[in-house]
């Protein structure tokens, strides 16, 4: 029962580089989200897809985008880091009917 | 405004004590509410959902609900040093056409000390 799998983990960026945040779930959970957790932030929406085939803005969307490639996976995009997208970035998933939400490991990214 | 708030505390209780965290919406049509518990470097877990005003009841923890106020609230009873963590709130709004955009307070950090 893998549920929702991030990967990196662990990543270490220069300004300006690119790069992208896999993630995949296996619960056939219609819904997934990007969260960034800052100390004393909480966590804060970057981009959901409600269904396969669509995706919306969350709170934080500047500097990302999103793929929903398939029902599974849902990758999040950083075009040109910046270091205040150093956070802790959260993916979890969720059936609509039962309604919590299932969260993967947390991928650490740090931009300098 | 936050959609969501919460009292980042911290929160300090004694053991045994019943812990109370506070978190106020903004959505008036919301019907969905969670609470997680999050330790330190961990994914959150969920404690506890409720869509209902009124009380809910899961072992130590009950969850109460109040639309018309747009209040949520987790009891904690019997607080124990393994429950220290930061509690977070999380409020599905509707006002976005319920897509299910799913919001986080900032989350209450809770200690109890031996």
Not at chain 2, 7 to 28: F, H, K, Q, W
Not at chain 2, 36 to 56: A, H, T
Not at chain 2, 65 to 77: E, F, M
Request: neutral net charge.
């Amino acid at each position: 029962n893998a549920g929702v799998t991030q990967t990196p983990k662990f990543q270490v960026l220069k300004t300006g580089q690119s790069m992208t945040l896999q993630c995949a779930q296996d619960m056939n959970h219609n819904s997934m989200y990007w969260y960034r957790q800052d100390p004393g932030m909480g966590l804060r929406l970057i981009y959901y897809s409600a269904s396969e085939g669509t995706t919306d803005k969350g709170e934080v969307p500047n500097g990302y985008n999103v793929s929903r490639l398939n029902k599974r996976e849902f990758s999040l995009r950083l075009e040109s880091a910046a270091p205040s997208q150093t956070s802790v970035y959260f993916c979890a998933s969720r059936d609509r009917v039962v309604g919590e939400l299932f969260f993967g490991e947390g991928s650490r990214l740090t931009v300098l | 405004q936050k959609e969501v708030e919460q009292n980042s505390g911290p929160l300090s209780v004694p053991e045994g004590a019943i812990a109370s965290l506070n978190c106020t919406y903004s959505d008036r049509g919301s019907q969905s509410f969670f609470w997680y518990r999050q330790y330190s470097g961990k994914s959150p877990e969920l404690i506890m959902s409720i869509y209902s005003n009124g009380d809910k009841e899961d072992g130590r923890f009950t969850a109460q609900l109040n639309k018309a106020s747009q209040y949520v609230s987790l009891l904690i009873r019997d607080s124990q040093p393994s429950d220290s963590a930061t509690y977070l709130c999380a409020v599905i709004l509707v006002g976005s056409g319920n897509t299910g955009k799913l919001i986080f307070g900032q989350g209450t950090t809770l200690q109890v000390k031996p």
